[in-house]
């Protein structure tokens, strides 16, 4: 018998980066994948783009956020790689350098939402700002994979999306 996995209910509400950098994270998803590792590199659905999530809740009613959108664009720093290990197996990712500009984002898209049940990992004073490049990658493979990734590099994030998992639906944000 295969088991499914269920799809998370989750809504999020992610910044995007712009051409550049998104192909140099594309480009560290390629060598992962090329190296046998776990990578995000083969799925290339316009869902799967390299992304900032500022908020992730089970629900979030759609919304204009068009006051965040005009702050945009803005700096922003991809840095050092790291790993959120969960048993021999971890989500790895870009560390992104929380700025002001940065946490502006976040402060005011969190105050534009409405309350809500939060991920830990984007609520307000618990967020990790990060680019994901795997999500199972084996924890032991994390030094051969640090020497595959490019350099810590400045990019733009450029614009807002939302991201429903449950309909699979990705809107443009303005």
């Given at each position: 018998?295969?088991?499914?996995?269920?799809?998370?209910?989750?809504?999020?509400?992610?910044?995007?980066?712009?051409?550049?950098?998104?192909?140099?994270?594309?480009?560290?998803?390629?060598?992962?994948?090329?190296?046998?590792?776990?990578?995000?590199?083969?799925?290339?659905?316009?869902?799967?783009?390299?992304?900032?999530?500022?908020?992730?809740?089970?629900?979030?009613?759609?919304?204009?956020?068009?006051?965040?959108?005009?702050?945009?664009?803005?700096?922003?720093?991809?840095?050092?790689?790291?790993?959120?290990?969960?048993?021999?197996?971890?989500?790895?990712?870009?560390?992104?350098?929380?700025?002001?500009?940065?946490?502006?984002?976040?402060?005011?898209?969190?105050?534009?939402?409405?309350?809500?049940?939060?991920?830990?990992?984007?609520?307000?004073?618990?967020?990790?700002?990060?680019?994901?490049?795997?999500?199972?990658?084996?924890v032991d493979q994390f030094d051969d994979a640090l020497r595959l990734l490019g350099p810590v590099r400045v990019g733009t994030a450029v614009a807002l999306r939302r991201w429903d998992?449950?309909?699979?639906?990705?809107?443009?944000?303005?």
């Amino acid at each position: 018998m295969t088991e499914t996995r269920a799809r998370p209910a989750l809504t999020s509400i992610e910044l995007l980066l712009d051409a550049e950098t998104e192909a140099l994270v594309r480009a560290d998803w390629d060598r992962l994948a090329a190296a046998g590792m776990s990578s995000l590199a083969a799925h290339r659905a316009e869902s799967n783009r390299p992304h900032i999530t500022l908020l992730a809740r089970p629900f979030l009613a759609p919304q204009s956020f068009a006051a965040v959108v005009a702050q945009l664009p803005v700096p922003v720093t991809l840095g050092e790689p790291m790993l959120f290990p969960h048993g021999d197996r971890g989500v790895l990712a870009r560390r992104v350098v929380p700025d002001a500009g940065i946490r502006r984002l976040h402060a005011a898209i969190h105050a534009a939402a409405p309350p809500g049940d939060d991920a830990p990992y984007t609520a307000p004073g618990d967020w990790t700002p990060h680019v994901t490049l795997a999500r199972r990658l084996r924890v032991d493979q994390f030094d051969d994979a640090l020497r595959l990734l490019g350099p810590v590099r400045v990019g733009t994030a450029v614009a807002l999306r939302r991201w429903d998992a449950a309909a699979a639906e990705v809107t443009a944000l303005a």
